[in-house]
């Protein structure tokens, strides 16, 4: 196991680059390479038992710094911790303070290429002290504080001008690309609006100015709804990316996922829990990915109108091959209405 | 294994969906989940023999049928196969003939939805009749005769007008998505234009307005070229998306790969070639994947002027996660100027 000092600092500084091809930007991040895994040899069903997994209550010391807890109180057991990425991707470090900060240094090489500096933040919520308790095992409020953490968080980072947006995600599961079996999530602070963001946004745009609505208010195909909460719908989207894709999508329009209050989070939190073990149930535990699709933090008046936040959870039920990387257009082998139907039939206790 | 004819009768018809919310293609197949794989239980170094391969050469009956082979004499034996995939993800049965024909059906789905019918051209090169042989083990010759057969099928596909690209691509090991172990490369017909070639050929577009040139003439920075023919160049991209990305780029100017020569098929076979064994050498034989980004077909000559085909491989030596599947954004651990210096530090015999 490295140790939480050496580690962060030998590699050069990350970089975002961008060339006028693909004209998307990437995260060049040496230090990630050297991030550890406790998933032995591809077998995701022997995690490594708590005693040596940083993320356990007890083995705080392993973590890189903690950013705060939940409870609060330093001195009480905690239920969530929110700590720095002991190998980020992008830098707390370099040239940025709160506020009123110049712009992030941009470069050109060339014509061929631009570069950001890559600052940002790169935290980690680790969901429970205890090794073995993944998030659908928690309580719907138990999960909903984990989603209010990442609201929390979210909040402390907007004061920073420079960051443009924040992607909460979790991986769980080795072939979901974990490398870390303890429950967890992650918050990505990005200086860039990144691709599949600024689609997003643009899309629905479109859809606003043809026809005056945000296409997510819209009421949602019956076949294509899995299930209704007082806040929140799930659905599996009619032109899902991925089999069994599914979106949670707040009822009332709301663009920014930190807009997220206590009631809300606890609703959200049931839904959750319940999307989860019906993906578990009826795909046989698969590894998974959620992501919080949200507005930019820095999103104006006018476009808060169509941007709507969603929780996206894809189940990894197969790869991807070279179709795929090429062309960007996935191949779905199961029609949405009829992944949406299995989750339907699915009643978990 | 599934016989050549019943498999593929009984699915449902694939259809093409893009919803408001992203705004890009996916493809519905049912009749895809069907493949089967030959790959054991992830390892990828003990292939099937080929007695029970349908690649090998006296299986032929256990394929779909075959378009064309090289040589062309049906009775002398075959160095490479051209054949329908048995589990196509687009149709090329469904309302479709050459020529003069109606715009693809496109319906709309309420408003939320848009549907394309799934009609296109889904082939299978078979690279050599032999089961242990590796494109990288052909003569750069040969290579560049599996090159040629690839832009053979193109030029036939392309009488039909509906058919707007057509996305070449290899899966070499599991990890890379095959499902085969046998040599092979695909083809996929599309009806529309996938995401990645739009927004590249948006992206150099800009840089052609702004400085009169296409970006991929113009001269690459020495660190970041690797090997240089006659008529290619081998380079890693600025930005690469995923570490140890090569590029393959004809050095005059050509939009369209299947412009391609017999001159300069082998030479890009040599190159092609010896790029490949550099990544076996260097990177411990990994799965990788090669895409041809080449111009749509009915690209317009204005167009032409800033489309610039080229070859990209893509070494698989990691998943990704949430963030990028969240985000569309990649995280490289490795700098493309130190991958560069490692294929050019590489000497193969
Ligand atoms: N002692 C410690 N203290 C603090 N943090 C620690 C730590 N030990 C490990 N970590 C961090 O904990 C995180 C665990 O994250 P995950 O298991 O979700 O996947 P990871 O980020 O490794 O990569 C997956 O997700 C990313 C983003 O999607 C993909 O780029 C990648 O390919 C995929 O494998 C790692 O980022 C690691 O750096
Ligand atoms: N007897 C036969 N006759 C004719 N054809 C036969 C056949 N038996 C099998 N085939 C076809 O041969 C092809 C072999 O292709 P690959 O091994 O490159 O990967 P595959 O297309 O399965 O999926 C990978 O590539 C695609 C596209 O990138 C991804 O969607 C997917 O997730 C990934 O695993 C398959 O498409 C299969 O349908």
Not at 133 to 155: F, H, N, S, T, W
């Amino acid at each position: 196991m490295a140790s939480p000092s050496s580690t962060q600092t030998q590699s050069r500084s990350p970089e975002i680059r961008k060339d006028p091809v693909n004209n998307r930007w990437v995260i060049f991040s040496p230090a990630r390479a050297k991030r550890p895994t406790d998933f032995k040899a591809k077998s995701p069903q022997n995690p490594n038992s708590s005693s040596s997994c940083p993320f356990c209550i007890g083995n705080e010391h392993e973590c890189a710094p903690e950013i705060f807890r939940v409870p609060p109180d330093p001195k009480s057991d905690w239920k969530i911790r929110v700590i720095q990425n002991l190998y980020p991707a992008l830098s707390r470090d370099i040239g940025c303070k709160k506020d009123g900060d110049p712009d992030a240094e941009m470069r050109c090489t060339g014509d061929l290429g631009r570069v950001v500096t890559g600052f940002g933040f790169h935290d980690v919520v680790i969901e429970s002290p205890v090794h073995s308790v993944q998030l659908q095992d928690l309580e719907p409020r138990e999960v909903g504080e984990v989603l209010l953490a990442c609201k929390k968080r979210i909040e402390q980072i907007k004061e920073y001008d420079l960051i443009k947006y924040v992607q909460v995600f979790k991986n769980h599961g080795a072939s979901a690309g974990a490398s870390m079996s303890h429950s967890h999530s992650q918050l990505l602070a990005l200086p860039v609006i990144p691709p599949t963001i600024s689609a997003r946004i643009n899309s629905t745009k479109e859809y606003f100015d043809q026809t005056g609505k945000c296409c997510l208010c819209e009421v949602q195909p019956k076949d294509l709804q899995i299930d209704v909460t007082t806040h929140f719908i799930s659905i599996v989207p009619f032109a899902a990316t991925f089999p069994f894709e599914i979106w949670i999508i707040p009822r009332n329009h709301s663009s920014h996922f930190h807009e997220l209050d206590n009631e809300k989070a606890v609703d959200l939190g049931g839904l959750l829990k319940l999307t989860l073990r019906k993906i578990s149930v009826q795909l046989n535990n698969p590894p998974f990915n959620f992501m919080i699709q949200t507005a930019p933090l820095q999103a104006i008046d006018t476009q808060l109108a169509y941007i709507h936040w969603f929780l996206q959870i894809v189940p990894q039920l197969a790869g991807v091959g070279g179709f795929e990387i090429g062309t960007g257009c996935y191949i779905n082998p199961v029609f949405s209405e009829d992944a949406a139907k299995v989750m339907q039939e699915v009643n978990v206790p």
